[in-house]
């Protein structure tokens, strides 16, 4: 039986929207669409986590209105800490709720012909390449419910696009402000890496409340042509009782590769899709994530790397911390499509539980079709060592202190690769606050 879920907006206020904004008539087509998906399609179901009677659907406002921030000194105290103030030529964009608040773009994206801007301002500007690789091969609006109601809601977000031969020195970081209660956010990011280029984008969701009714439904594509390199670190804090969805996806052409870091440090119930199709000979996909789950939130990881070209390499490594009631269900699925010969599939997935009542589940999972590949997995569930908690405390290091080193110590094949020092600093004290 289907459970009929009323939507809070219609054709016409899609339409409304759409054309407010400016956007060209093929996404306003899509919205409406979508949205039609949206009535009919059934919500996704992530193994182990019901999540039927979670609020992806009801609310009132679909944009909030927000000051720009007049200069990066004015940022909050807790955004300032992320961007480097002193740094006069660099690529930032900062969006606050929905609003796009302020964009830098460095000397050398300039001169290199680099696309970074928000979502709205590239399907003005550049509405047909925008259209080319909007949501065909990474999400897709008829997946499910909530894919089909991101693309009629889309509301903010952005688009980079780095054309071929191009490859960037400095990061490209991204910081999405959340300051507003009652703030929805159907964030959109496009990442387009042509043949032959790099680039490393970093990205920041935080909260400046503590509490929020909200909605998160935040989708990222990350497109890498044939022999390009796309290095995707990011760190999101998400006031507590927001209901989030997050599905980030890449795809890769031949010798391409994409590389994932993500500190997964909601306050929010969450479910987070993050899938790496191989498409392309040669390619490689590495995941790597680190969680921490406390209070009574409920938190759904699912991480697939799907391999269809020759010799592609997939790795997938999460490490997750759980406290007080939590639960935290991490899914590993490493899957070799038949004819994807010489391919390679591994994964670890390890969780600390530091409470009688927190729940950790770690499910590794290894679909194969092909018989000439190689692929592994490594999965665990427990407590803190006692014996390196022993060495530690025979040291003189107090019992608390020895445990928050442990953690921070399984945490940070992670924590270590993000490149920006003011998001690693950040993450570091997130992973301390949350298991104080």
Not at 53 to 59: A, G, K, P, V
Not at 244 to 265: F, K, Q
């Amino acid at each position: 039986m289907t459970t009929e879920i009323k939507l809070p907006f219609d054709k016409g206020y899609v339409r409304s929207f759409s054309k407010e904004m400016g956007e060209p008539e093929w996404l306003t087509a899509l919205r409406t669409e979508a949205l039609d998906m949206a009535e009919e399609l059934p919500l996704p179901k992530p193994d182990k986590t019901n999540i039927t009677r979670w609020n992806f659907t009801q609310f009132e406002k679909h944009i909030v209105p927000s000051d720009d921030f007049s200069s990066l000194n004015d940022l909050p105290e807790e955004i300032r800490t992320l961007v480097n103030l002193q740094e006069s030529d660099q690529t930032l964009y900062i969006q606050r709720n929905n609003r796009p608040s302020s964009l830098r773009v460095s000397k050398e994206l300039q001169e290199k012909g680099v696309i970074f801007m928000d979502i709205f301002t590239a399907a003005r500007e550049y509405g047909d390449l925008l259209q080319k690789y909007f949501m065909k091969d990474g999400v897709k609006p008829g997946e499910h419910k909530l894919t089909a109601l991101h693309a009629a809601l889309m509301n903010g977000g952005v688009f980079l696009y780095v054309p071929k031969n191009v490859e960037l020195s400095a990061p490209v970081q991204a910081v999405f402000v959340h300051d507003e209660k009652d703030a929805n956010l159907f964030n959109h990011v496009l990442i387009v890496a042509e043949d032959n280029s790099s680039v490393t984008y970093v990205e920041n969701y935080i909260s400046t409340v503590e509490e929020s009714n909200g909605i998160f439904n935040l989708v990222t594509e990350v497109i890498a042509n044939k022999n390009a390199r796309v290095q995707y670190w990011a760190v999101d804090t998400i006031a507590k009782n927001t209901t989030v969805y997050v599905n980030r996806r890449g795809v890769t052409a031949d010798d391409a590769r994409i590389e994932w870091a993500l500190g997964l440090m909601n306050d929010g119930n969450t479910i987070s899709d993050n899938t790496t199709y191989l498409m392309g000979n040669g390619s490689s996909g590495d995941t790597k994530t680190v969680v921490v789950g406390r209070g009574e939130q409920t938190q759904n990881f699912t991480t697939k790397v799907i391999h269809f070209g020759k010799h592609t390499e997939g790795h997938i490594l999460k490490h997750g911390v759980v406290k007080d009631s939590a639960t935290s269900i991490f899914n590993g699925i490493g899957k070799i499509e038949h004819g994807a010969t010489k391919s390679n599939a591994q994964q670890e997935s390890r969780v600390l539980m530091l409470s009688e009542k927190a729940r950790g589940d770690a499910n590794p999972i290894l679909l194969i079709d092909e018989d000439d590949v190689m692929a592994g997995h490594a999965a665990s569930v427990g407590r803190v060592d006692p014996i390196q908690l022993y060495y530690l405390m025979s040291r003189g290091i107090s019992k608390k202190d020895a445990e928050n080193l442990i953690i921070h110590g399984f945490l940070a094949p992670v924590v270590n690769e993000l490149p920006i020092e003011g998001v690693k600093k950040q993450l570091v004290e997130v992973i301390e606050r949350k298991i104080r």
